[in-house]
């Protein structure tokens, strides 16, 4: 009976570490409990039907209050800044797929840890991509060499892909530069 209190006092005292731990990415993945944290939305965005708004003021992300200021989705599924029309200028491209097709799989099931590079060019598993120019204000709080990305397919414009950001939330348009 002795040798209990003993070994409950040296687990206790061992775990301490553990609770002493804190996410090294800021306070973004617990700052708004339906946007991030690792929450994988199950299916990229539906179609949009709108027309193009480049025109238009630069819209607000942050829906509510303490939501990223970037495109970005919702535990329940909702795709926040995903309504642009399919004719917009900046998502033209004179040769979609030039370097192929991603074959890496796209969606939930298939999470990819990113490697190294930076937003112009990074990396996973052997994959290349660059994030479009519009989006690049987007990424300033990603890691280039550890955050965990999903690849969902662009059903609006062709040649380009979106990598969901699952510890922030927050998505960018990227293109395919090959293996």
Same mark, same amino acid.
């Given at each position: 009976?002795?040798?209990?209190?003993?070994?409950?006092? @040296?687990?206790?005292?061992?775990?301490?570490?553990?609770?002493?731990?804190?996410?090294? !990415?800021?306070?973004? /993945? +617990?700052? !708004? !409990? +339906? %946007?991030?944290?690792? $929450?994988?939305? &199950?299916?990229?965005?539906? #179609?949009?039907?709108?027309?193009?708004?480049?025109?238009? =003021?630069?819209? @607000?992300?942050?829906?509510?209050? /303490?939501? =990223?200021? #970037?495109?970005?989705? !919702?535990?329940? *599924?909702?795709? %926040?800044?995903?309504?642009?029309?399919?004719?917009? @200028?900046?998502?033209?491209?004179?040769?979609?797929?030039?370097?192929?097709?991603?074959? /890496? *799989?796209?969606?939930? *099931?298939?999470?990819?840890?990113?490697?190294?590079?930076?937003?112009?060019?990074?990396?996973?598993?052997?994959?290349?991509?660059?994030? #479009?120019?519009?989006?690049?204000? $987007?990424?300033?709080?990603?890691?280039? +060499?550890?955050?965990?990305? %999903?690849?969902?397919?662009?059903?609006?414009? +062709?040649?380009?892909?979106?990598? $969901?950001?699952?510890?922030?939330?927050?998505?960018? &348009?990227?293109?395919?530069?090959?293996?």
């Amino acid at each position: 009976m002795k040798l209990l209190p003993g070994v409950l006092t @040296a687990a206790l005292i061992l775990s301490l570490p553990a609770f002493a731990q804190r996410d090294d !990415h800021g306070s973004h /993945g +617990d700052r !708004h !409990h +339906d %946007v991030g944290g690792g $929450y994988v939305p &199950h299916h990229g965005p539906a #179609a949009s039907h709108g027309k193009p708004h480049e025109d238009a =003021p630069r819209r @607000a992300f942050n829906d509510r209050e /303490g939501h =990223p200021e #970037a495109p970005h989705v !919702h535990r329940n *599924g909702e795709w %926040v800044g995903h309504e642009g029309g399919r004719d917009e @200028a900046r998502f033209h491209l004179d040769h979609p797929w030039e370097h192929g097709r991603f074959t /890496g *799989g796209f969606g939930r *099931g298939h999470r990819w840890r990113i490697e190294g590079g930076g937003p112009s060019r990074f990396w996973f598993n052997g994959f290349y991509f660059g994030v #479009a120019p519009f989006d690049l204000a $987007y990424t300033n709080d990603w890691y280039w +060499d550890r955050d965990d990305v %999903v690849i969902y397919e662009d059903p609006d414009h +062709d040649g380009w892909y979106l990598a $969901y950001n699952a510890r922030l939330g927050t998505y960018v &348009h990227v293109n395919y530069f090959g293996r």
